[in-house]
């Protein structure tokens, strides 16, 4: 009965294209780290799409709170989940999320209808702050230790 009465509640045509694209970039983002050799240090993965390296890093000789965020990335990508949640935890669970949200996302646009659930504006308000909380205490970690 729930998801007749989500399936009732069409998406606008704006709305499909907005999840399509917001789909289709995370799909790149996976498809673009995944390609990618994590850097053994545990940062700079990023510099192989010719990035340049932290500027915190450079500045203070400490790795900023998203770095790691592409390395994590490579490693979950290539099943090292030890690895991931090594080089930056708030990254590998934000791919996590992006690996469920992508899917989602694209059946949503192209069926025209939010399928399972329809986000509403506190459950984005939490997971980014869940997100924000996890990422400044993991950067506390990385650079305590």
């Known amino acids: 009965m729930v998801y007749a009465a989500m399936k009732s509640e069409s998406l606008s045509a704006v709305a499909r294209v907005v999840l399509a694209v917001i789909g289709l970039s995370g799909l790149v983002l996976c498809a673009t ?3 990618l050799e994590p850097d053994p240090r545990g940062f700079g993965t990023h510099e192989q799409l010719g990035l340049t390296p932290c500027s915190f890093y ?14 994590a990335w490579a490693h979950v990508l290539r099943g090292d989940m030890a690895e991931a949640l090594w080089a930056n ?15 989602w996302l694209l059946l949503s646009a192209c069926f025209g209808h939010w ?10 308000l939490l997971v980014g702050s869940t997100l924000s909380v996890v990422a400044i205490l993991d950067w506390m970690r990385r650079i305590l230790s």
């Open 115 to 124: 399928l399972w659930w329809k986000p509403k504006e506190w459950d984005v």
């Open 33 to 35: 780290a995944c390609n």
């Open 58 to 71: 450079q500045w203070t000789g400490h790795t900023c709170p998203s770095c790691g965020a592409t390395t």
């Open 89 to 103: 935890l708030a990254a590998t669970l934000l791919l996590l999320a992006t690996l469920v949200a992508v899917p």
